[in-house]
């Protein structure tokens, strides 16, 4: 298994904008379906955005479609997810997942076997 590495996140203002990478501490990611989840505290993990193995397919989850966007570089082995029009209910621990395949995965965090720690991502005024 790939071990995942996020990185980017922060603190923001509402309406502002941040950036979050995927990448890894051994291995690679090319090819590989790679999705973002999140979870708030008490709340389940909840599916972000995805994006297959050769970056042309993109899903997107109803409460970021249109305001998230993700990408890859896999001349430098990451994927990016660019925030904007942060809201307050944005703020979660944002994770990178996969689960070694190249085409769509899903939504279900429970197919995914590969996991990075987790960035914290705090929308606040």
């Known amino acids: 298994q790939v071990q995942l590495v996020e990185s980017g996140g922060g603190l923001v203002q509402p309406g502002g904008s941040l950036r979050l990478s995927c990448g890894t501490s051994g291995g690679i990611i090319n090819g590989y379906y790679i999705s973002w989840f999140r979870q708030a505290p008490g709340k389940e993990r909840e599916f972000v955005a995805g994006?297959?193995?050769?970056?042309?397919?993109?899903y997107y989850g109803d409460s970021v479609r249109g305001r998230f966007t993700i990408s890859r570089d896999n001349t430098k082995n990451t994927v990016t997810l660019h925030m904007n029009s942060l809201k307050l209910e944005d703020t979660a621990v944002y994770y990178c997942?996969?689960?070694?395949?190249?085409?769509?995965?899903?939504?279900?965090?429970?197919?995914?076997?590969?996991w990075g720690q987790g960035t914290q991502v705090t929308v606040s005024s």
């Open positions: 997942a996969s689960n070694g395949q190249a085409l769509y995965t899903g939504l279900d965090p429970g197919v995914y076997t590969s």
């Open positions: 994006i297959g193995g050769n970056g042309y397919a993109t």
